[in-house]
C-alpha cells in the first residue's frame, strides 16, 4: 500500500525558502502524477502545483513565481521549494497522488506537515 | 480559470437526516474532472467521489454524487455519526493539467 510522508522544517522566517520533501513508499513514483495541497490555519485547500516523474510540472498561477518541484527518482522523493516566504504561507502542507484512474483526483494522502513562517 | 462555488458555508443537521450539498462551477466543467472529498480534523482529506459519480475505494453507498456542467451535488443518504467533517469539491482542467478546489462546507450536528 502506497504511503507518503512529508519532512521539512516546521519554523521557517519570512523572506527565506521553504523545502519540503515527500518520500513514497510501498510504490513507485515513476506511476503517477505527485502534488502539494496546502491548508492555512481555518482557511480550505489549495492546491500548489504537481510533478510528473520526467520532470514536467504546472504550478496554481497564484504561487507560481515562488514555486519550484522537483522528484529524485532514485529516491523515489519528490520536493517543494517556496521562496520569499510570509506569514500567509503558514499552513499544514499535503503531499498527494493524483489517480488517474480516479480520473484525476488525488486518492492518496500524507499526513501533513505544519510549516509556521515566523521570526 | 474556473472557479468552484460551495454554498452555504456551513450546513446543520441531525444524524439519520439527508444531507445534500452543492458546487457550482463559473463555467462548464467536464463532469468527469469533478470530485468531493472529505475532511475531519486532524486528518488528511478522504476522497469520496471521482468523476462526479463514481465513489472511490471503500465508501459507503450512503455517499453518492451527481451533476454535470456547472452544478454538482454530493448526498449523504442518512448522516452518520461520523459524517460531520469539511467536504470539499475539486475539478481537474487537463491543459494544462491545474486542480481546483471549492472553499468546502462544513457538515455539523444540529
Known amino acids: 500500500q502506497v504511503q507518503l510522508q512529508e519532512s521539512g522544517p516546521a519554523l521557517v522566517k519570512p523572506s527565506e525558502t521553504m523545502s519540503l520533501t515527500c518520500s513514497v513508499s510501498?510504490?513507485?513514483?515513476?506511476?503517477?502524477?505527485w502534488s502539494w495541497v496546502r491548508q492555512p490555519p481555518g482557511k480550505g485547500l489549495e492546491w500548489i502545483g504537481y510533478?510528473?516523474?520526467?520532470?514536467?510540472?504546472n504550478y496554481n498561477p497564484s504561487l507560481k513565481s515562488r514555486v519550484t518541484m522537483s522528484v529524485d527518482t532514485s529516491k523515489n522523493q519528490f520536493s517543494l521549494k517556496l521562496t520569499s516566504v510570509t506569514a500567509a504561507d503558514t499552513a499544514l502542507y499535503y503531499c498527494?497522488?493524483?489517480?488517474?484512474?480516479?480520473?484525476?483526483?488525488?486518492?492518496?494522502w500524507g499526513r501533513g506537515t505544519m510549516v509556521t513562517v515566523s521570526s | 480559470e474556473i472557479v468552484l462555488t460551495q454554498s452555504p458555508g456551513t450546513l446543520s443537521f441531525s444524524p439519520g437526516e439527508r444531507a445534500t450539498l452543492s458546487c457550482r462551477a463559473s463555467?462548464?466543467?467536464?463532469?468527469?474532472?469533478l470530485a468531493w472529498y472529505q475532511h475531519k480534523p486532524g486528518q488528511p482529506p478522504r476522497l469520496l467521489i471521482y468523476?462526479?459519480?463514481s465513489r472511490a475505494t471503500g465508501i459507503p453507498d450512503r455517499f453518492s454524487g451527481s451533476g454535470s456542467g456547472t452544478d454538482f451535488t454530493l448526498t449523504i443518504s442518512r448522516l452518520e455519526p461520523e459524517d460531520f467533517a469539511v467536504y470539499y469539491c475539486?475539478?481537474?482542467?487537463?491543459?494544462?493539467?491545474?486542480?481546483?478546489f471549492g472553499q468546502g462546507t462544513k457538515v455539523e450536528i444540529k
Open positions: 468523476g462526479a459519480s
Open positions: 463555467q462548464s466543467v467536464g463532469s468527469n474532472y
Open positions: 498527494v497522488r493524483d489517480n488517474i484512474s480516479y480520473v484525476h483526483s488525488f486518492d492518496i
Open positions: 475539486q475539478h481537474y482542467d487537463t491543459s494544462p493539467p491545474t486542480w481546483t
Open positions: 510501498g510504490g513507485s513514483i515513476t506511476t503517477y502524477f
Open positions: 510533478i510528473y516523474y520526467r520532470g514536467s510540472t
